[in-house]
């Protein structure tokens, strides 16, 4: 039985649709980590600091 082209076509964009589907379920997880992650943002620029400094933009920690 041949097998047409837009028959493979077909398949691997609904392979492609259903691989986006399952990667948009585990988006929406909560990470263990994420919090600590946030807290890591200067609330002023939204970057992220190293140490435990103030920001380069100069909003001090808090």
């Known amino acids: 039985m041949p097998v ?3 028959d493979v076509i077909l398949k691997t964009v609904v ?9 948009a379920m ?3 997880y909560k ?6 992650l946030e807290n890591a943002r ?3 620029c ?4 190293i140490g ?3 920001c380069s933009c ?3 920690k808090g």
């Open 52 to 54: 435990r400094g103030p």
């Open 15 to 23: 392979l492609f649709l259903v691989g986006m589907g399952v990667l």
């Open 31 to 36: 990470f263990p980590g994420q919090k600590r």
């Open 42 to 44: 200067c609330p002023s």
């Open 4 to 6: 047409s082209v837009f």
């Open 58 to 60: 100069g909003h001090k």
């Open 46 to 49: 939204k970057r992220y600091r």
């Open 26 to 28: 585990f988006g929406k």
